[in-house]
């Protein structure tokens, strides 16, 4: 079946503005990709030319498609959750939720936030962290959720971390990073997609600085893995990944 890789986000344009560079590195690669986002962003503070919470759901669902197309990705699911609140859901509804995809598209390796939330400490950030964390380990074990499909356990969990703050915010607390990705090769593609998300617009123009200094690499801790073994450094995210 090859090289598979699902992406577990929050919001539409995490997939893009968080793990862009290494969702094109792997469909470059002939990695099959999917993404798996839990809520539609209907509680954006940027709302485009939206006229209501529902109306902005529908076109950041549209553009999240678009963003998925430009970086090659071949599956793509939004769920229901509501933006803003997922740290009032029940862990073990999103887990199942998950564990139900994760059975079916059976990827090696899993990307995800890191618990620090990410660069904007985002709440939805930190819950989508701890449900695909759960959901990585809870795949393959007959103790969970057995009528959810096949057991299947994914050989690798990657945390999103970086290696730098953003002056004037409050200061995020990253993960010490094990994975170096150089994705300056398919930066263009990640800002293209990035612009696909065109009610996000000020957001993009606020982040620039921040890809113009950095944009060239994504950091990642390596997070859990089917074979013990101790953290080391590396540039390749399927290095001795098995098919």
């Known amino acids: 079946m090859g090289l598979r890789l699902l992406c577990i986000t929050a919001h539409p344009d995490d997939e893009c503005f968080a793990f862009g560079g290494a969702l094109a590195l792997a469909s470059l ?4 990709t999917s993404i798996v986002c839990l809520t539609e962003g209907s509680a954006g503070s940027f709302r485009g030319a939206a006229s209501s919470a529902q109306e902005l759901g529908q076109l950041r669902r549209a553009e999240f498609a678009a963003s998925c197309q430009i970086l090659g990705v071949r599956h793509h699911e939004v769920l229901d959750y509501q933006d803003g ?3 009032h859901q029940p862990l073990s509804k999103m887990a199942a939720d998950l564990i139900r995809r994760i059975r079916i598209l059976r990827p090696q390796v899993i990307i995800t936030f890191g618990g620090d939330g990410g660069l904007n400490t985002h709440a939805d950030h930190t819950v989508a962290s701890a449900a695909a964390t759960a959901a990585f380990h809870w795949a393959g074990s007959p103790k969970r959720f057995p009528d959810l499909g096949e057991l299947y356990t994914p050989q690798r969990l990657y945390y999103l971390t970086m290696d730098f703050f953003v002056e004037g915010r409050h200061r995020h607390i990253p993960a010490p990073w094990t994975l170096t990705l ?10 293209q997609a990035m612009q696909a998300h065109t009610t996000q617009a000020p957001l993009m123009e606020r982040a620039r600085p921040i890809f113009d200094e950095h944009g060239g690499q994504e950091r990642y801790l390596l997070a859990a893995s089917v074979i013990p073994q101790p953290a080391m450094q590396s540039t390749e995210m399927f290095e001795g990944v098995t098919e």
């Open 85 to 87: 609140q997922l740290e």
């Open 182 to 191: 150089d994705v300056s090769s398919v930066l263009p593609l990640k800002l």
């Open 29 to 32: 690669r002939q990695v099959e």
